[in-house]
Nanobody, 125 residues
Framework: VQLQASGGGLVQAGGSLRLSCAAS????????MGWFRQVPGNEREFVSA????????KYADSVKGRFTISRDNAKNTMYLRMNILRPEDTAVYYC???????????????????WGQGTQVTVSS
């Protein structure tokens, strides 16, 4: 079971990026999935989560209205569209998944047993 995050890069403030998280090994269509981010020296913080079908979503206040989480279960892939990026959005972004069959969207990183490697997002001012 693997999660692979991609799509990070360098962008100017006000710009946009789309991150992808591809799952392999088995279907993740019945896993809540989420995005977290981490700046060196800080704890990994919650960004967004999405339910099985994509109908339920949850966002951190700091990204609400700017970021949109989505998923394509046919492709076993989750996305994070990031608009109006700010320098404070600079971080390594990680995708994660909850255990199979769990339905609650949570911001607690301890509740996500599956993690991908990070992808760096850098927003210049």
């Amino acid at each position: 079971v693997q999660l692979q995050a991609s799509g990070g890069g360098l962008v100017q403030a006000g710009g946009s990026l789309r991150l992808s998280c591809a799952a392999s090994g088995r279907s993740f269509s019945d896993n809540v999935m989420g995005w977290f981010r981490q700046v060196p020296g800080n704890e990994r913080e919650f960004v967004s989560a999405i339910g099985w079908s994509g109908g339920a979503t949850k966002y951190a206040d700091s990204v609400k209205g700017r970021f949109t989480i989505s998923r394509d279960n046919a492709k076993n892939t989750m996305y994070l569209r990031m608009n109006i990026l700010r320098p404070e959005d600079t971080a390594v972004y990680y995708c994660a998944a909850r255990g199979r069959g769990v339905t609650v969207l949570t911001s607690a990183r301890s509740q996500y047993p599956y993690w991908g490697q990070g992808t760096q997002v850098t927003v210049s001012s």
